[in-house]
């Protein structure tokens, strides 16, 4: 119930190229839905976040796209640059956010 | 702003041993998190604490107490470390405002416990 499934493990873009990254729960309770970045021996950094009231949100090349009858969410980074090259971590939080479920991370490559 | 510090930044220890990590925030945040990272497990929550005094277990409590005496600062205690809490530890705040508000995190505390 608390899980937050994510895919792919890795992943390897090239420079321009489309990079999205698909997560799942299982929550129905779950109402925050946030995408955080992690730089090698940095700590996460809050990327872009979404509610379920919400399809769809988008802040320059990120996007979220929200699925609330499949219990799923994406993150798509467009024109995907080396400087993207990270490790990816989806959550989810309800109860006013006092417990988070994250997933087990994405790291993606974008090759120059 | 310094947001939120983490003491030390790595640490080795001997199975048996103690140890207290600190976590101090600045942005006068309730919600205070301890977090550990293992490779392909993402981060899972040990023990988080809503506001000074008041703390609460998470996914992964065994093995680690906590004490939230001021609002600034969160401790998460090691009694007797093994080899099994040998991870990245990071902590993590958020102010109040319901599930919204972005979590900060510190830069992680690298331990080994050999």
């Known amino acids: 119930q608390q899980q937050v499934k994510q895919s792919p493990q890795s992943l390897i873009v090239q420079k321009g190229g489309i990079s999205i990254i698909n997560c799942a729960y299982e929550?129905?309770?779950?109402?925050?839905f946030p995408w955080y970045q992690q730089f090698p021996g940095k700590g996460p950094a809050l990327l872009i976040a979404i509610r379920p009231d919400v399809s769809e949100k988008k802040e320059g090349r990120f996007t979220i796209s929200f699925n609330k009858s499949a219990k799923q969410f994406s993150l798509h980074i467009m024109d995907s640059q080396p400087g993207d090259s990270a490790t990816y971590f989806c959550a989810a939080s309800g109860n006013y956010g006092q417990n988070f479920v994250f997933g087990p991370g994405t790291r993606l490559s974008v090759l120059p | 702003n310094a947001g939120v510090t983490q003491t030390p930044k790595f640490r080795v220890l001997k199975t048996g041993q103690s140890m207290t990590l600190l976590c101090a925030q600045d942005m006068n945040h309730e919600y205070m998190y301890w977090y550990r990272q293992d490779p392909g497990m993402g981060l899972r929550l040990i023990h988080y604490s809503v506001g000074e005094g008041t703390t609460a277990k998470g996914e992964v409590p065994d093995g680690y107490n906590v004490s939230r005496l001021k609002k600034q600062n969160f401790l998460l205690g090691l009694e007797s470390a093994a080899p099994s809490q040998t991870s990245v530890y990071f902590c993590a705040s958020r102010g109040w405002g319901g599930g919204g508000n972005e979590q900060f995190f510190g830069p992680g505390t690298r331990l080994t416990v050999l």
């Open positions: 929550n129905t309770a779950f109402d925050y």
